[in-house]
């Protein structure tokens, strides 16, 4: 099933976004992660793409093992470390294995890396151009509700962020945020700039305080003061800390519905036990 298909209704939709190992011999290991996520019956489940374009056929592996499990795929793609002519072959194979959908990405730049030639993709509107030629994909690009740290200014990063819904992203999905306020914010600008495709709220539950910091940096997003004075309060206990981030992640996920954002994402971290307490948070709202 198409992910477009799937959040296209006004009814709530939250998912769920897997990794895969780094080495083969941890595969069953996430496969095991995937059958305990699909239990608490997501909308859909991502997978995201190795570091580097490495270990494209463990994205392959659990994304056939998230279709096993009843449960729609889409498999990230990025580009920018893999030449034109891998993409297509990863491209091509996804189709062959009857993945319908994939999100986009140019992918996060290593240190000291250096802009490949032209045998490589430079920027995920290529990205999106090449799947488009290939098959008849539902296609997803990211975007960033408080700015891509790589972008001039905000304008320019919707301008770049238009461009990629106008080559064919039929749905955005956000990185991670921790203030609901940036994102309605983020959202309503898009509308007033004609990007009107659904934009999926990202959410990711910190249950350990050393995340945040590397959180901040991906997703270049601020931390309310709200969640400041939790990390004071209970970070140095993990028991409470982990407790203290599924409700933190379970109430922004309540506010956004409130205010009329249907689509979640959760960043689970392949963590089971963590997108099953914030499932049963929100139970009677997602079924009501």
């Given at each position: ?10 009814r709530v ?16 290991h ?5 059958r305990e996520l699909?239990?608490?019956?997501p ?9 580097s374009g490495t270990g494209?056929?463990f ?7 998230i ?6 795929p889409?498999s990230h793609l ?7 002519d891998?993409?297509r072959d ?5 189709k ?6 994939i ?5 996060d730049?290593?240190?000291?890396f250096v802009?490949p030639d ?13 799947i488009?030629?290939?098959?008849d994909f539902?296609?997803g690009?990211?975007c960033?509700?408080e700015?891509?740290?790589e972008?001039?200014s905000?304008v320019?990063?919707l301008e ?6 106008d080559c064919g992203?039929?749905?955005?999905t956000s990185?991670m945020f921790?203030d609901n306020?940036?994102?309605l914010?983020?959202?309503e600008?898009?509308?007033?700039k004609?990007?009107?495709?659904p934009?999926i709220?990202?959410?990711m539950p910190?249950?350990?305080?050393k ?5 901040v ?5 601020s931390?309310?003061k709200k969640?400041?004075?939790?990390m004071?309060r ?6 409470s800390m982990k407790?203290a981030g ?11 519905m ?6 979640i994402?959760i960043y ?7 997108a099953?307490?914030?499932m049963r948070?929100l ?6």
């Amino acid at each position: 099933m198409k992910i477009s298909d799937i959040i296209k209704n006004n009814r709530v939709t939250v998912s769920f976004e897997v990794f895969p190992p780094k080495q083969w011999a941890k595969i069953e290991h996430t496969k095991e992660v995937v059958r305990e996520l699909s239990k608490s019956k997501p909308s859909f489940m991502s997978v995201t793409y190795g570091a580097s374009g490495t270990g494209a056929g463990f994205t392959q592996e659990i994304a056939n093992e998230i279709a096993d499990s009843g449960i729609t795929p889409l498999s990230h793609l990025t580009c920018l470390t893999s030449s034109r002519d891998k993409s297509r072959d990863v491209i091509k194979h996804l189709k062959e294995n009857g993945i319908e959908n994939i999100l986009a990405l140019r992918g996060d730049i290593p240190e000291g890396f250096v802009f490949p030639d032209k045998q490589y993709y430079s920027y995920a509107y290529q990205l999106i151009n090449e799947i488009k030629s290939i098959g008849d994909f539902c296609i997803g690009a990211a975007c960033y509700p408080e700015t891509h740290p790589e972008s001039k200014s905000r304008v320019d990063d919707l301008e770049h962020l238009k461009f990629k819904v106008d080559c064919g992203a039929q749905f955005l999905t956000s990185q991670m945020f921790f203030d609901n306020e940036r994102f309605l914010d983020f959202v309503e600008v898009c509308r007033i700039k004609g990007i009107d495709v659904p934009i999926i709220a990202g959410i990711m539950p910190i249950t350990n305080a050393k995340q945040v910091t590397r959180s901040v940096e991906l997703s270049n997003c601020s931390v309310p003061k709200k969640f400041y004075k939790i990390m004071e309060r209970f970070g140095d206990d993990d028991k409470s800390m982990k407790q203290a981030g599924i409700i933190y992640a379970t109430e922004q996920i309540i506010d956004l519905m409130a205010n009329g954002i249907n689509n979640i994402h959760i960043y689970t971290m392949n963590k089971p036990e963590v997108a099953g307490e914030i499932m049963r948070g929100l139970s009677d709202i997602i079924n009501g």
